[in-house]
């Protein structure tokens, strides 16, 4: 079963940026899909960015393409989101996620471990 640990986020302007780390323990990170969801108060958790075992496939939220990116470091057992140009409309608490296969998913059902959530919140 693998751990999921996020970190990086906090209150940031808009316009500013973060970098959110996920990192993983107690099993086979690289052979594994990640994905980025986030959830706004009131909202349904929605996908935000994901990204293949290798790291050369990835794939992203239309509200959050060409701001954010999604990486991985097989070695270190991490995976990051770069979110840059960052809006109000981006505060949400935002969990990684294990997929259950090797390719990206936008689907929770498909991730079965997750993280317990790190707040970004952009004031405007």
């Known amino acids: 079963q693998v751990q999921l640990v996020e970190s990086g986020g906090g209150l940031v302007q808009a316009g500013g940026s973060l970098r959110l780390s996920c990192a993983a323990s107690?099993?086979?990170?690289?052979?594994?899909?990640m994905g980025w969801f986030r959830q706004a108060p009131g909202k349904e958790r929605e996908f935000v960015a994901a990204?293949?075992?290798?790291?050369?496939?990835?794939y992203y939220a239309n509200s959050v393409k060409g701001r954010f990116t999604i990486s991985r470091d097989n070695a270190k057992s991490t995976a990051y989101l770069q979110m840059n140009s960052l809006k109000p409309e981006d505060t949400a608490v935002y969990y990684c996620?294990?997929?259950?296969?090797?390719?990206?998913?936008?689907?929770?059902?498909?991730?079965?471990?997750w993280g317990q959530g790190t707040q970004v919140t952009v004031s405007s």
């Open positions: 996620a294990k997929s259950r296969g090797s390719l990206t998913s936008t689907e929770g059902l498909q991730y079965d471990s």
């Open positions: 107690g099993g086979t990170f690289r052979r594994y899909a």
């Open positions: 990204i293949s075992w290798t790291g050369g496939g990835t």
